[in-house]
């Protein structure tokens, strides 16, 4: 679509930002080709000990004065630094407040505008189905298409551009209070077939309960696999995550597969799959990037390996 066609957003979309000036412009300027009719702004406060956030975050947030198409804005500012895990949790928890439904974009998703028609249709049709928790622009599979259909569903929950419902959000819980430690390495092991996968995901939820871990998204993770929810994959990348450099939270490798992929064109007729069931082997795929899984089967097969043989030599 060319500037002229753009799509219009009817969703209304929460922006959060922090001290990138430069990325948050980028996906502004977005947004701005979108036009939502309503559009909210959060924004974390400056850290005590970084003195230059002082005047980044007061330049993020004047990227708001760029607003010049009809639309309810509001904005949400925090004084003090609440860091990752507390400034997004809040923000999105604000946003439903308010909304029934919407779009989530952070400061480093770059969204093509083929995002913006993608969510709207999703947060239409799948409104009061509540298999589906969550509906993402991002696609992590490097090209390889699943099914036939213009997406698929997944167990896995995607964060650089995505859109939900209020009836999922209410669920959400930054701290994760009703899970007990002793009681999810079983619960894992039914969603995992794979060992591995069961020992990282018991590992970061541990991480998560001592607060060793400053991000919001992996209990948005977690509460997904615990109420068995399904995701909306696209078959096309539609998010190009431009945060991957040094002043990064959680992504500081250019270098990283997933740093700036392009943006891949929707069709212009949506095909709805016909089954409603996750694509396991998509997911795996995922998860053997994030995790490494084939790494460490093969460490530990080679460890297997000189067990096995310090054993037949101690028998000899």
């Not at 209304?12 to 939502?36: G, Y």
């Not at 956030?53 to 010049?68: A, N």
Request: some cysteine; overall charge neutral.
């Amino acid at each position: 679509m060319t500037a002229l066609t753009s799509y219009k957003s009817k969703s209304p979309v929460l922006f959060i930002a922090f001290n990138r000036p430069d990325t948050t412009l980028r996906v502004f300027e977005k947004i701005r080709e979108a036009k939502p009719s309503k559009l909210y702004f959060a924004c974390d406060g400056a850290r005590k000990n970084k003195i230059e956030d002082i005047e980044l975050c007061k330049e993020t947030r004047d990227i708001i004065r760029y607003v010049d198409w009809d639309c309810e804005l509001k904005a949400l500012y925090q004084e003090k630094n609440l860091g990752c895990k507390y400034a997004v949790s809040s923000a999105i928890t604000w946003f439903f407040e308010h909304e029934e439904e919407g779009i989530i974009l952070e400061d480093d998703c770059l969204p093509s505008n083929d995002f913006f028609r993608f969510c709207d249709i999703m947060l239409d049709k799948y409104r009061n189905d509540t298999r589906i928790r969550h509906i993402t622009g991002c696609n992590l599979q490097y090209g390889k298409k699943w099914g036939p259909a213009s997406y698929y569903f997944s167990n896995n929950v995607h964060v650089w551009g995505w859109a939900c419902w209020k009836r999922v959000w209410i669920d959400y819980d930054v701290e994760l209070s009703k899970y007990q430690q002793e009681e999810v390495e079983e619960q894992f092991s039914k969603i995992f077939n794979e060992p591995l996968l069961v020992e990282s995901w018991k590992d970061i939820f541990q991480k998560l309960k001592r607060n060793e871990i400053d991000t919001w998204d992996y209990q948005l993770g977690i509460t997904n696999f615990f109420n068995n929810g399904l995701g909306i994959i696209p078959n096309v990348n539609m998010i190009s995550n431009i945060g991957f450099r040094a002043d990064g939270t959680h992504t500081f490798t250019e270098t990283d597969p997933n740093s700036n992929i392009p943006h891949q064109k929707l069709p212009d007729v949506i095909l709805h799959p016909k089954y409603i069931l996750p694509e396991k082997k998509a997911d795996i795929f995922t998860w053997n990037n994030d995790f490494d899984i084939e790494g460490r089967q093969k460490s530990q097969l080679k460890r297997q390996g000189k067990l096995i043989n310090k054993f037949k030599k101690w028998f000899r």
